[in-house]
């Protein structure tokens, strides 16, 4: 009897969106801790590093021409203006992790979601939604990295971020970081699990090729 434990040729693509000062980063960090195997892909982007991130480890920070040059040459899978800063994610890190069975986790925005299900309608599209505004609100504060000026755009963004929700497959509520964590990585086992992806390594018609007789 022929194995049917044959994974997808390609991995699963997830994008993970949700208002800035939402938490996902501490998700995400969680998420990848969790699952085995689970590549995050770095976005680049022109904002300024903040006090304790990394180049190359957070994001890739670079100047608005070297961006303007990734544009031009299709290095960017999806890219996208918040608050005054570009955000993009580089396309060969991602197209390479998934043609090698890999599964790739992206955070991007809004903007960034649209142009990656354009592109990659498989992917599966999750938003992280804070229970409350004004408890997204305290969280933005918390950081101390803002001017009310800046939070209050901030919050002006979320409440239209939020409104697009219905582009999304699933929705998580980040009350709790363990319960969110919880749900995404359920999510992600039962998009795995989905039929149309087993099928595209394994042939019904063969499943008992050479079992009887």
């Not at 290095?75 to 800063?85: H, Q, S, T, Y």
Request: proline share 5%; charged share 25%.
């Amino acid at each position: 009897m022929r194995d049917l434990r044959r994974k997808p040729p390609t991995g699963l693509l997830i994008v993970l969106s949700g208002p800035s000062g939402v938490g996902k980063n501490t998700v995400l960090n969680q998420v990848l801790r969790q699952i085995p195997g689970l590549s995050y892909s770095i976005s680049a982007t022109t904002r300024k590093p903040r006090p304790g991130e990394v180049d190359g480890v957070h994001y890739f920070f670079c100047d608005q021409e070297h961006f303007a040059d990734l544009i031009k040459q299709g290095r960017l899978l999806e890219w996208a203006e918040f608050c005054g800063n570009k955000y993009g994610t580089p396309r060969d890190f991602v197209e390479e992790k998934l043609s090698s069975g890999n599964d790739v986790i992206l955070d991007v925005d809004i903007q960034g979601a649209a142009q990656i299900a354009k592109s990659m309608p498989q992917a599966v599209k999750i938003f992280l939604l804070p229970p409350s505004l004004e408890a997204l609100r305290e969280r933005i504060i918390a950081r101390g990295a803002e001017t009310e000026q800046e939070i209050e755009r901030r919050l002006c963004a979320a409440r239209q971020e939020i409104q697009r929700i219905v582009d999304y497959d699933y929705v998580v509520c980040n009350d709790n970081v363990d319960e969110a964590v919880r749900q995404i990585a359920a999510i992600i086992t039962a998009e795995k699990s989905r039929v149309f992806r087993w099928l595209s390594s394994n042939d019904p018609a063969n499943f008992f090729e050479g079992s009887e007789g």
